[in-house]
């Protein structure tokens, strides 16, 4: 960055007084930081990379401190930027601001084939973290997987367990999958039933793959009991809290079967589960409309079910489909895969984790697999009048939520009020929110008046005790 750059960021800091998901402070007024790999390693992990910005105290009120010697300081970082695997190639900007020296080191994001960055004093498995909030945080080994399996492309859905048989495939839909196959793909009809089944990725050496039994088992959670959905609506907008009567689940189910048998119970569990409101039509007639798009909801089904993790890390979790008053969350073990990020999600093309289990409901259920499913559901949303959907791809899970709130609530809000109601989806305290937004405990109050106050008067956001607004356990969480 250019010196302007850097003194606009400091002001930027010292004004918010935080931290940030790519900003990391050091004071450094004494001495260079002598344990510097954890942000090294998951600033060249992390999205476009982070700032480290060394001369400001963040415990003494982000106090301009200056650093010790800005040369020394510069090649003690670099030093230290050696021993990571990649080499991270930190970019040095000086200014003086204030009558103090402040250095800022750009970490750039690391290729997704050199992922993870880690130190490599402590290995890979322990030496490769991940930016969560203002922290870092050391990778779990699943997160450390997701990245060798992008690049040596593992392919989980082939997995066989070697208790199954070809028994445990279903004759009757073997027999439908190949006739629908052959129709489609007229090359294959000659080869052997067997051959077919391999080349499809439903059988290895005879045994039943994971896609296999996930398409066209008999009973696939005879071996693989978490493949399942776990299906649940509460009767607020906050998990675990019961009801007046005491009832913490309205409905409660685990769905079982193949991918397609899933699909539909998990599609007919929704549709029992959600308001639906009559209007008339132009023409006079009467119209049932769903609370939600029922389109967006089959997509979002289908993309958890296809695009889940298969592998040994992930079989014990479930697909989780959960329905509060406010919205539908449906979250699938496996956060996004290779190379896109959240925000090209359906704007691009994206890389497969299971092409064979993707190819195969291609066959039996017409899924396009052309990458429409993210636009569907962001445009069925909007013609049904919807807020805007929020993705999510965190620590190894993708999560989708559906809203209920008409668009028109908060269309013409800014950015910052946008934000603030999507952190609240989770009941916050005003702690939290003032805290998460950069204002310190001193400027709470400040903050929950200018910002908060006016959405919680216009009905968009609301307390979690409205009857006690002073309660210590009070919140505040989106209407």
Known sequence: MLENDLIELVKKVKNMKSESNNIELKAAKIGAPKKLYGTLSSFSNLNNGGIILFGIDEENDYELCGVYDAQDLQQQVTNQSLQMEPVVRPLFTLANIEGKIIVSA??????????????????????????????????????????????????????????????????????????????????????????????????????????????????P??????????????????????????????????????????????????????????????????????????????????????????????????????????????ENPGGLYGRITIDQLGKTSADTRNPFIAGALEVLMETENRFTGIPTIINECKKHGLIEPLFESKRGVFKVTLFNKKSSDISTLDDLSKDIINFTITPRTKKELSENFGYNEDRTSYFINVYVAPLIEKGILKYTIPEKPKSKYQKIVKA
């Open 106 to 219: 750009e970490i750039s994001e690391c290729d997704i084939f050199s992922k993870p960055c880690f130190y490599k004093g402590l290995g890979k498995i322990k030496g490769s973290f991940i930016r969560v909030g203002e922290a870092d945080m050391l990778m779990s080994e699943y997160e450390v997987y997701s990245y060798e399996s992008f690049k040596r492309k593992i392919q989980d859905e082939l997995r066989v367990n070697e208790r199954a048989t070809i028994k445990d495939l279903s004759e009757n839909k073997i027999y439908n999958y190949i006739n629908i196959l052959t129709t489609k793909k007229p090359n294959l009809v000659n080869l052997p039933k067997d051959l077919m089944l391999t080349t499809q990725g439903i059988t290895l050496n005879n045994i039943p793959t994971i896609c296999g039994l996930m398409v066209l088992g008999n009973y």
């Open 221 to 330: 959670q005879m071996y693989f009991p978490q493949l399942s959905i776990t299906a649940v609506v509460v009767p607020g907008d906050e998990y675990g809290i019961e009801s007046i009567d005491g009832v913490r689940f309205i409905d409660n189910i685990r769905i079982e079967g193949t991918i397609p048998e899933m699909y539909d119970k998990a599609l007919a569990f929704i549709q029992k589960n959600i308001k639906i409101s009559t209007i008339i039509d132009k023409d006079g007639k009467r119209k049932d409309k769903p609370e939600y798009p029922i389109k967006a909801i089959r997509e979002i089904i289908l993309n958890a079910l296809i695009h889940r993790d298969y592998s040994i890390h992930t079989d014990s979790s479930p697909v989780r489909i959960i329905i509060y008053n406010n919205r539908i969350e449906v």
